[in-house]
């Protein structure tokens, strides 16, 4: 029990302090163009290890390690926040998460190109911090941010999720059990928590995670019963 329910995107944050440009605030700055992020992101943590890295091995782009990436050479954003979950059924409905509300901002449904360019690294991090403590129980305040999504008030990070997943939950497709129930019973770190209860012992610890590899091995969602 560490006091964050996502433990690898604390140490992950903090993994590159000899050479923080490579991972900046982990939060991606606000950059719109290719040659302002080789500019402003590449140029700038090439030059930053230089003196670690005289044979220049590492001068690739996928040296940057904040959490979002652009990879140029697949034409792709890489997701590098996303922690593998218990099978790839609930990998698949995280990523299809993501995908899906990365859709409908870019579409504009709830928030125009220019209201999302007004949300600033420093509050995507205060956000970012708070969500790897507390996860689902995150309570996200800023009201501009919220209604980037067409929220008003401010709600848990659970709501929020309920709020833009509201579509997806109620589609007859293979991703909507497996994200009810990542919001009826909490992320996966809860749910291990849960089930361990006031039992820290090798015994039970090894017991959960022995559930943990068979859900792997069957394909199934890890339960709180």
């Not at 939060?27 to 044979?55: C, G, H, N």
């Not at 409905?93 to 600033?120: G, N, P, V």
Request: proline share 4%; net charge negative; charged share 25%.
């Amino acid at each position: 029990r560490t006091g964050y329910l996502d433990n690898r995107m604390e140490f992950y944050r903090t993994n590159s302090m000899r050479i923080p440009s490579v991972s900046g605030k982990i939060a991606p700055e606000p950059v719109y163009t290719r040659s302002e992020y080789e500019k402003r992101i590449f140029q700038v943590m090439y030059d930053d290890i230089r003196p670690l890295d005289p044979a220049g091995v590492l001068h690739h782009e996928w040296l940057n390690a904040r959490g979002a990436i652009a990879r140029f050479d697949r034409s792709a954003i890489e997701i590098r926040v996303l922690d593998v979950q218990e099978c790839p059924q609930a990998d698949l409905a995280a990523a299809y998460a993501a995908a899906s509300t990365l859709q409908r901002l870019l579409s504009e449904e709830w928030s125009d190109l220019d209201a999302q360019k007004s949300a600033q690294t420093d509050l995507l991090l205060s956000i970012f911090l708070q969500t790897i403590r507390e996860a689902e129980n995150a309570v996200i305040q800023d009201r501009n941010y919220l209604a980037l999504f067409g929220m008003g008030e401010a709600c848990t990070a659970k709501e929020l999720w309920e709020h833009i997943l509201s579509r997806a939950l109620n589609e007859d497709s293979e991703f909507a059990p497996p994200l009810r129930l990542m919001l009826e019973q909490g992320s996966l770190a809860s749910r291990i928590l849960r089930r361990l209860g006031d039992d820290d012992s090798m015994e039970n610890i090894a017991a959960v995670y022995g559930e943990l590899a068979d859900c792997l091995e069957a394909g199934r969602m890890f339960t709180n019963e």
